[in-house]
Structure formats: C-alpha cells, structure tokens
C-alpha cells in the first residue's frame, strides 16, 4: 500500500502541540479590522486549540 499524503492546505493552518492537541490561528484577522475594537483585535492575535469533536478529522488529515 503507498505511503499516505498530508493534505497540503492543513499542513499550512494547524500545528501539532507537544501533548497532542491541534493548535490553530484565529479566524477573521485577515481584514476589516478598522470596524473591530480594539479589544477584538487583541483577542485575534493569539492561537486558540481546535475542538475535541474536530481533532479526529484534522488529524486524519496530517496523517499523526
């Protein structure tokens, strides 16, 4: 059987931590950001941890 290939699109937005979980950016960060507060905009610069219903799928799709 051939070896499995990490979807390439994933392998851009999320990363593995060192525990396990699947580390990702913030959503609507990307513009428009004259509109936000300043305080929303600082709650979009850190990450945030992808939900535990959609690990198993992003998983399967870096192939860990």
Known sequence: ?????????A???FSLTGSG???RDQ??????MRKKSNKA??????????SDADT???KRLLCV
């Open 1 to 9: 059987m051939p070896k499995m290939k990490t979807h390439s699109s």
């Open 11 to 13: 392998k851009k937005r």
């Open 21 to 23: 979980k699947i580390k």
């Open 27 to 32: 959503a609507n960060a990307r513009h428009l």
């Open 41 to 50: 905009k600082t709650r979009l610069l850190g990450s945030a941890l992808v």
């Open 56 to 58: 198993p799928k992003i």
